[in-house]
């Protein structure tokens, strides 16, 4: 009985120290887990997170990227080249006669029509400040002829008061008259220079005034001659980078003027830009293509890789708007500085896929990186126009192009006023090209 009771005190005892025991470790086991498994678990959330910031940085050092190459690879130049230009520009002023960048070369000289257009705007200053010289003399030829007219007043006063007086005063008033008069001889002789600078300035006036009837003659003959040189034009307007919020409003605009135009298009599967692809098409503007990333590194990078994005362009535009573009331009121009490849090679590709590809050979200069104002991006569209019977006009209908977006409606009334004859782009359209198709074997 004894030995039982010894037994059961011994298990009583044993048994609790042997669970405590197996309990420790168990937690040890837990914890060491724990930390094992903490950290692990921290550094997938850590990497998750900066894989994602990575991506952020990626896309703002592209669109930053991508916005200052627009400026200097749309017009063929190199980014130094424009941060150059721009700080020469900003020391001399706009209105400095410097070499300036066009969408095709940098370090052009003006040609003799920028110079004597220039030549003549100063000229209709000079001009202007001549008349307004004229106009303060003539202000001041009233109070010479007031003068005049109040001493005659005060003589007619003089005499009438003379005949009404007595007869015994009149022999003091003659002598007093007398004395008048010869101060108003006096006075007389010495008005006649006055007279004779009146004289002066008004052949100067009468001279100046045939001048400026001369020049606004001639103004008038070149702009008819001009206007005349508009008839026999064709005018090819195009927009690339779109379709966004600004496709929209030029789209309304080109329907209230009646007038087509080429949308060179980037890819999106936004259904709002859908709905502007089919609306292009719809309205009977041509839809070319403009490739889908408009990313230069992933396009240019090989042969392979431009085909992919050229066929991903194509399905897409053909899936939403059931047409088939025969036109194409190359982010850049054909003559970019971007591509690490040779050109050559994509433009065999498009000869092979029966397409043409265009350049442009006038711009608003809405892509230069120069802040031009409305008047100054019509003013360059019409001097394009006027020495070229065909003109492609290179314009943007992407974000941040509201300038062109404003000046649409003015530049249009300019061309068709002057009638020339503005045209929506086909495969049949002359070949505008910076690397020409004929070089490539």
């Known amino acids: 009985m004894q030995e039982n009771m010894d037994k059961s005190t ?8 042997d669970i405590k025991e197996r309990k420790r470790k168990t937690a040890l086991i837990v914890i060491l887990l724990l930390l094992t498994l903490i950290p692990t678990i921290l550094c997938i959330i850590l990497g998750i ?17 991508y916005k200052f190459e627009q400026y200097a690879n749309a017009s063929g130049t190199t980014n130094s080249n424009s941060e150059l230009l721009n700080f020469v520009k900003k020391i001399l002023g706009k209105d400095s006669n410097i070499a300036y960048v066009d969408e095709f070369d940098i370090g052009r000289i003006p040609n003799q029509s920028e110079i004597s257009d220039k030549d003549n705007v100063s000229s209709d200053q000079e001009g202007k400040t001549e008349k307004d010289n004229t106009y303060k003399d003539s202000d001041k030829e009233p109070d010479n002829k007031n003068n005049i007219n109040k001493d005659k007043d005060n003589k007619s006063s003089d005499s009438k008061k003379s005949n009404n007086e007595d007869a015994d005063t009149k ?28 004289k002066d300035q008004k052949k ?11 020049d606004k003659e001639d103004i008038s003959k ?17 927009f690339d980078d ?33 709905e502007r692809y089919r609306r292009i098409v719809n309205e009977g503007h041509t839809l070319g293509m403009h490739s889908y990333s408009h990313d230069y590194n992933k396009i240019y990078n090989s042969l392979e890789d431009f085909d ?25 121009g054909s003559l970019n500085h971007v591509s690490k490849s040779d050109m050559k090679i994509f433009i065999k590709y498009l000869i092979e896929k029966e397409m ?25 569209v019409l001097e394009g126009v006027a020495s070229k019977k065909t003109s492609i006009v290179l314009m943007h209908d992407g974000h941040g192009k509201e300038k062109t977006v404003a000046s649409l409606p003015k530049l249009l009334e300019a061309l068709i006023s002057r009638g020339a004859e503005i045209l929506p782009m086909d495969e049949n359209v002359p070949l505008i090209q910076q690397i020409k198709v004929s070089s490539v074997d």
């Open 10 to 17: 011994y298990r009583i005892n044993i048994i609790p120290e």
């Open 49 to 65: 997170r900066l894989g994602k910031l990575n991506n952020q940085v990626e896309k703002l050092v592209y669109n930053n990227k």
């Open 171 to 198: 022999d003091a008033k003659k002598d007093k008259s007398d004395i008048k008069e010869k101060d108003s001889d006096k006075d007389i002789t010495q008005k006649p220079p006055e007279k004779t600078d009146n």
């Open 204 to 214: 100067e006036e009468s001279n100046k005034d045939n001048k400026d009837k001369k």
């Open 222 to 238: 070149e702009e008819k001659e001009s206007e005349a040189n508009f008839k026999n034009k064709k005018v090819y307007l195009t």
């Open 242 to 274: 779109g379709p966004t919020y600004n496709t929209d409003k030029i789209l309304d605009i080109l329907a209230e003027y009646n007038v087509k135009a080429t949308f060179f298009v980037i890819g999106s599967t936004d259904e709002v830009d859908k």
């Open 308 to 332: 992919k994005d050229f066929t991903k362009l194509m399905k897409l535009l053909y899936d939403t708007t059931g047409y088939t573009p025969t036109i194409y331009r190359f982010p850049g």
């Open 356 to 380: 043409n590809y265009y350049d442009w050979n006038v711009v608003n200069g809405d892509a230069e990186g120069v802040d031009y104002t409305e008047e100054e991006m019509i003013d360059k």
